[in-house]
C-alpha cells in the first residue's frame, strides 16, 4: 500500500478482498507504514472501513500487528454459503 493514494488504496483493498472470498484464505496482510503517513492505516481502523464493508457486504475483523504497527491483519469471516 506504499505510495497509494486512500482512494487506490481503498481499490486495491476490496478487489484483494473479493479475490479471496473465492479462495481458501481468510486473513488479508495489509502493509501500509508506519511513521511517514498514516492515512491508509487510519482508514482501516476506522468506522468509515467498517462502513464500506457493508456496503460491500463483507464482515471482517481487525487485527493490529503488535509487534509492528504498520502492518494491519484484515479476516474475512465468511457466511455458510462461503461469502
Known amino acids: 500500500m506504499h505510495g497509494l493514494t486512500l482512494f487506490e488504496a481503498q ?5 484483494k ?3 479471496i472470498i473465492i479462495t481458501e484464505d481468510n486473513i488479508l ?3 501500509h507504514g508506519f511513521n511517514r503517513g498514516q492515512v491508509i492505516k487510519n482508514y ?4 468509515n472501513f467498517t462502513i464500506d464493508t457493508v456496503r ?3 464482515k471482517v475483523e481487525i487485527k493490529i500487528d503488535p509487534k ?4 494491519t491483519f484484515i479476516k474475512l469471516i465468511k457466511d455458510k454459503k462461503g461469502r
Not at 11 to 15: K, S, V
Open 29 to 31: 496482510k495489509v502493509n
Open 44 to 47: 482501516l481502523r476506522s468506522k
Open 17 to 19: 478482498l473479493e479475490e
Open 68 to 71: 509492528n504497527q504498520g502492518i
Open 11 to 15: 481499490e486495491e483493498l476490496f478487489w
Open 56 to 58: 460491500y457486504r463483507l
